[in-house]
């Protein structure tokens, strides 16, 4: 059985796309997306030929700590949870 990471993200980020994901899935860990953009994560891994895939997203208010306990206390104990940098654009 693979450890699981978790990574808390708000709206895709190639920062986490292009490189905190690949680089947990090439350690062997496998890896679950909590967000509150769920379809705009489902459509960039929608995409062929991407260099990793989480192996699930799961809808989830990031921005709301209850939310976030509520929803990984129904998953697998993580090895580890990652809370991605969150751009904002003025």
């Known amino acids: 059985m693979k450890d699981t990471l978790l990574f808390l993200a708000h709206v895709p980020t190639e920062a986490l796309n292009r490189g ?3 680089a947990a899935q090439s350690m062997g860990l496998k890896v679950i997306l909590l967000t509150d953009q769920a379809s705009a994560h489902h459509h960039y891994f929608s995409q062929p030929g991407l260099s990793a895939y989480p192996e699930q997203i799961i ?12 929803t990984v206390s129904g998953l697998p104990a993580p090895l580890a949870s990652f809370p991605t940098v969150i751009t904002c654009k003025p």
Not at 59 to 70: A, E, G, T
């Open 59 to 70: 809808q989830c208010d990031v921005f709301n700590p209850v939310s976030i306990l509520d």
């Open 20 to 22: 905190f994901l690949p």
